[in-house]
């Protein structure tokens, strides 16, 4: 059972566009998302992350929004640069539990 | 480096054999978290520890994995009789007990059972 789902396996944008990275999960208990990039053969590198109290957080080029309802996230890179080229996955938390959840996820290409 | 630091990154093993990682967390951290990952997946929990006390445990530790964090500091992963299902990346994590602590990921071992 994937509670955690990124659909595209993968997106290409020009270099300068704005990258919109999309992840669902069904687990209504999840209250704490992040969001990592991966690069080949290294470990995940936390990049930003929104508590379910929010609906919107931001860091310098990367936003996270969160639709609670919909159970719906999803990370804005903007511009976009040929170093975000990764692989990103999104994560989720219950509250009071340290295991994360992780979705399948998103090669990103950012065309020069 | 003041980050996550994992040995070996790299390790090939014959099937049957006992293998070993070693993980030593950022100092100041005492959650340390497993994780492992397989190609096209993203990474599976293993187990984590607060300080030296192992709180949790995935049903993906068989009984041939054993995870250990005698003092509190740096962990052993050891997986015994490897099989070639055991082939992935484990990763190694760690975080401080506060509300909405971030994990910080290690750069991995990867294990190949041949």
């Known amino acids: 059972d994937q509670q955690v789902k990124q659909n595209s396996p993968s997106l290409s944008v020009q270099e300068g566009r704005i990258s919109i990275l999309n992840c669902d999960y069904t687990?209504?208990?999840?209250?704490?998302f992040l969001w990592y990039k991966k690069y080949p053969a290294e470990g995940p590198t936390f990049l930003i992350s929104?508590?379910?109290?929010?609906d919107k957080n931001e860091d310098g080029r990367f936003t996270v929004f969160l639709n609670k309802s919909a159970k719906h996230l999803s990370l804005h890179i903007v511009p976009s640069q040929p170093g975000d080229s990764a692989v990103y996955f999104c994560?989720?938390?219950?509250?009071?539990?340290?295991?994360?959840?992780f979705g399948t996820g998103t090669r990103l290409t950012i065309i020069p | 480096d003041t980050g996550v630091s994992q040995n070996p990154r790299h390790k090939i093993t014959k099937r049957g054999q006992n293998v070993t990682f070693r993980c030593d967390p950022i100092?100041?951290?005492?959650?340390l978290y497993w994780y492992r990952q397989t190609l096209g997946q993203g990474p599976e929990f293993l187990t984590y520890?607060?300080?030296?006390?192992?709180?949790?445990k995935s049903r993906l530790l068989s009984d041939r994995f054993s995870a250990e964090r005698p003092k509190g500091s740096f962990s052993t992963l050891e997986i015994q009789r490897t099989e070639q299902g055991d082939s992935a990346m484990y990763l190694c994590?760690?975080?401080?007990?506060?509300?909405?602590?971030?994990?910080?990921f290690g750069e991995g071992s990867w294990l190949t059972v041949v």
């Open positions: 929104i508590s379910s109290i929010k």
């Open positions: 520890f607060q300080n030296e006390a192992q709180l949790e």
């Open positions: 994590a760690s975080s401080m007990a506060l509300s909405g602590n971030t994990i910080y």
């Open positions: 994560a989720a938390r219950k509250f009071g539990n340290e295991k994360l959840t």
């Open positions: 687990n209504s208990m999840f209250d704490y």
């Open positions: 100092s100041e951290h005492n959650r």
